[in-house]
């Protein structure tokens, strides 16, 4: 048929199993808006009050799907405004395709209105980007796309089109199927063996896995690799929710903000089995003390992480569920009744020191800083404990999927939520973006339909907390859970142990009220600040059909712990602060 480039998109992305797109609309992709319009019934299109929230949707959509999530702009600042968002997908190896307009081919270099070099801006953020200058390349351009977004380690693509290539007409056929990744690396057959050797003379195996196994689909043959092997399991940050909290081997996040008892069976073991990780500073603290106990085998799609940040002994590239099955069925089954019994005591050391951490935590309600809970007539209240809003929210939270801006209540989220399958924790790992949270909480909703739960603090929802009106107006089952304190507190604990209590720009003082921001949006609120306001106000938020905000109010000094200092070691480890 014989049709625009305007409608050739909306073919291809039909074709690609496109379900959803979200954007906001601009001069430069009117024509592309306007064939969305006539399509509707074929592709939904989900209007954010921001392209920075769209782009975070589209990156909540495929988190949550593992799907290639889509995301249109106009031409400069709206192209501009995805920036953050696609930088933020790159870096957590996330598939999205960002489709942007452009001002027409022979205007383009000239300064004009609205125009920006947006491939050149987004080429270090993008696993690859296009622009189109000839509509009859245009099909074969966002097929390719769709190809490499999903294909090996996922990633953001970006196709420009320029206004009078979406006008212009060609001939389009469309294809039975969606695109299929190019074919996928598999690992060497005599590394795997090697790697068998290794783990059979091991005698405290540990397995450290990355958010590769979520995208990898190797969650099953993890878990059947330690049993065989009797290896406890650690996790990054991106890796939560690839193994089930209550899984007997699985000992939660290791790294900076991670379990005790994770980091020092890491620190103990005399072989680490890395798989779709990347050793990220987060979580390896000192990279010259990190692994001068064990020996290192690392198995990855990318052959470019590995030996990028920690050298291995044995580096394996290939597709990771591939590589785990076959090592599970060549390496001899082992049991190491010694090295179980200091696990449990790792365990049994890390309550301990949790006890004592909260037994010992500051009670002076704040005192010397000018908090917003202060300055809102609240003072009489008491403070929630952030594990405490936790436990019960998750209580009442179902199957839920769990969102977080970033901050102290990513990581209390992080160490405390009992994550039970893949793809139902959707975090910033890499760029740890502020105000991630509110978009791809509405992505999250949109392709599930079910319930999303989103942890926040009061500085990462003021950064766009504009994105109410989306989840609003869109009738979205989500909850919202502020962790209240009136400071930037993940700054301020810093502030607090490396900088003398020097605290620069950190007291937020803010009158927002919450509550009533959540209302003039068309949302319901509540403000709680007792456990037992909170399980009433729980019970509810989960039952209600729509937006619910709750603000819980948080002690400024609560601290995120454990944490290994910035660039320490795994000796210089903070349990509790007195």
């Known amino acids: 048929m014989f049709i625009s480039g305007a409608k050739i998109v909306v073919e291809t992305l039909v074709e690609q199993g496109c379900d959803t797109v979200f954007g906001y609309p601009g001069g430069q992709v009117i024509n592309l808006f306007d064939e969305l319009y006539l399509n509707h019934d074929r592709i939904k299109h989900v209007l954010t009050a921001h392209e920075q929230g769209a782009s975070h949707a589209a990156d909540g959509y495929a988190r949550a799907t593992g799907k290639v999530g889509v995301v249109i702009a106009t031409s400069g600042p709206g192209a501009t405004n995805l920036v953050t968002g696609i930088a933020t997908a790159f870096l957590d190896s996330i598939p999205m395709v960002a489709i942007t307009g452009n001002v027409p081919c022979d205007l383009i270099g000239r300064d004009s209105f609205q125009e920006v070099d947006i491939v050149g801006v987004t080429m270090p953020i993008t696993k690859h980007n296009f622009i189109v200058k000839d509509v009859a390349e245009l099909a074969d351009t966002m097929r390719m796309a769709f190809k490499i977004a999903k294909s090996g380690r996922p990633g953001p693509v970006l196709v420009d089109i320029p206004k009078d290539v979406q006008i212009a007409k060609c001939e389009f056929e469309s294809q039975a199927q969606p695109v299929i990744p190019y074919p996928v690396t598999f690992a060497d057959e005599e590394k795997i063996r090697k790697a068998a050797e290794m783990i059979e003379s091991a005698e405290r195996p540990y397995i450290y896995f990355g958010g590769g196994i979520i995208s990898g689909r190797a969650s099953a043959a993890v878990m059947a690799l330690a049993e065989r092997i009797d290896a406890p399991m650690g996790c990054t940050l991106m890796g939560l929710s690839a193994v089930p909290?209550?899984?007997?081997?699985?000992?939660?996040?290791?790294?900076?903000?991670?379990?005790?008892?994770?980091?020092?069976?890491?620190?103990?073991?005399?072989?680490?089995?890395?798989?779709?990780?990347?050793?990220?500073?987060?979580?390896?603290?000192?990279?010259?003390?990190?692994?001068?106990?064990?020996?290192?085998?690392?198995?990855?799609?990318?052959?470019?992480?590995?030996?990028?940040?920690?050298?291995?002994?044995?580096?394996?590239?290939?597709?990771?569920?591939?590589?785990?099955?076959?090592?599970?069925?060549?390496?001899?089954?082992?049991?190491?009744?010694?090295?179980?019994?200091?696990?449990?005591?790792?365990?049994?050391?890390?309550?301990?020191?949790?006890?004592?951490?909260?037994?010992?935590?500051?009670?002076?309600?704040?005192?010397?800083?000018?908090?917003?809970?202060?300055?809102?007539?609240?003072?009489?209240?008491?403070?929630?404990?952030?594990?405490?809003?936790?436990?019960?929210?998750?209580?009442?939270?179902?199957?839920?999927?769990?969102?977080?801006?970033?901050?102290?209540?990513?990581?209390?989220?992080?160490?405390?939520?009992?994550?039970?399958?893949?793809?139902?924790?959707?975090?910033?790992?890499?760029?740890?973006?502020?105000?991630?949270?509110?978009?791809?909480?509405?992505?999250?909703?949109?392709?599930?339909?079910?319930?999303?739960?989103?942890?926040?603090?009061?500085?990462?929802?003021?950064?766009?907390?504009?994105?109410?009106?989306?989840?609003?107006?869109?009738?979205?089952?989500?909850?919202?859970?502020?962790?209240?304190?009136?400071?930037?507190?993940?700054?301020?604990?810093?502030?607090?142990?490396?900088?003398?209590?020097?605290?620069?720009?950190?007291?937020?003082?803010?009158?927002?009220?919450?509550?009533?921001?959540?209302?003039?949006?068309?949302?319901?609120?509540?403000?709680?600040?007792?456990?037992?306001?909170?399980?009433?106000?729980?019970?509810?938020?989960?039952?209600?059909?729509?937006?619910?905000l709750i603000d819980c109010l948080v002690d400024c000094d609560e601290f995120v712990l454990p944490m290994l200092p910035p660039g320490g070691s795994i000796e210089d480890i903070i349990t509790e602060i007195k």
């Open 245 to 548: 909290c209550d899984n007997p081997r699985f000992l939660g996040m290791q790294g900076m903000h991670g379990h005790y008892a994770s980091s020092m069976a890491q620190d103990e073991s005399d072989l680490v089995i890395a798989l779709g990780a990347r050793f990220s500073d987060r979580a390896t603290g000192n990279k010259n003390r990190f692994n001068k106990n064990f020996r290192i085998i690392h198995i990855d799609i990318d052959g470019a992480e590995l030996h990028k940040n920690i050298p291995a002994n044995l580096a394996i590239n290939g597709d990771i569920k591939d590589a785990v099955e076959r090592l599970c069925t060549i390496v001899a089954e082992k049991k190491h009744p010694i090295w179980h019994q200091r696990i449990e005591e790792l365990k049994a050391e890390e309550n301990r020191r949790i006890d004592s951490a909260r037994d010992h935590k500051y009670k002076k309600n704040c005192a010397g800083c000018k908090n917003s809970c202060h300055n809102s007539g609240i003072t009489d209240k008491g403070r929630l404990d952030p594990y405490d809003i936790i436990d019960i929210v998750s209580s009442h939270a179902g199957d839920a999927t769990v969102v977080t801006d970033v901050g102290q209540h990513q990581m209390w989220t992080a160490q405390r939520y009992p994550l039970k399958a893949p793809r139902t924790f959707l975090t910033s790992g890499g760029l740890g973006t502020m105000g991630f949270g509110m978009g791809a909480a509405i992505g999250a909703a949109s392709a599930t339909g079910k319930t999303a739960l989103l942890f926040t603090g009061d500085g990462s929802f003021g950064m766009n907390l504009n994105e109410l009106a989306t989840s609003v107006s869109q009738g979205l089952p989500l909850v919202i859970v502020i962790m209240n304190n009136g400071v930037l507190g993940m700054v301020r604990q810093w502030q607090t142990l490396f900088f003398e209590k020097h605290y620069s720009n950190t007291t937020l003082d803010r009158r927002t009220d919450f509550v009533k921001l959540a209302e003039a949006f068309g949302a319901k609120g509540a403000r709680v600040s007792s456990k037992e306001e909170l399980e009433k106000i729980a019970e509810e938020a989960f039952s209600y059909n729509g937006t619910y």
